[in-house]
């Protein structure tokens, strides 16, 4: 999955979302309100959430050299998943 290709969470609650946020901000990133975009050491992201759908739609924007898109979208697929089961 390359930068730019959106990457779409269904079922999230809106106290799910709220845990994300706050993790996303204990981490560094500036994760504010329903949609929005934020970077962090070279990351560029945006995102977009529907409660009414119950949709996260997360896209990396841009990555820094060393950082494959891929491994990026791996590694937010994981997050994504541990904290919701959490």
């Known amino acids: 999955m390359a930068a730019g290709t959106p990457q779409v969470f269904s079922g999230i609650t809106p106290p799910q979302f709220a ?3 706050e993790r996303a901000r204990a981490a560094g990133v500036a994760m504010n309100g329903n949609n929005g975009r934020a970077s962090r050491m070279g990351v560029e992201v945006e995102w977009n959430y529907s409660e009414e759908k ?5 896209t990396c924007l841009k990555t820094p050299f060393f950082v494959a898109a891929e491994d990026f979208n791996a590694k937010l697929r994981e997050l994504v998943s541990e904290t919701l089961m959490a």
């Not at 119950?54 to 997360?58: D, G, H, R, S, W």
Request: proline share 0%.
């Open 54 to 58: 119950q949709e996260l739609v997360f």
């Open 19 to 21: 845990k994300l946020t």
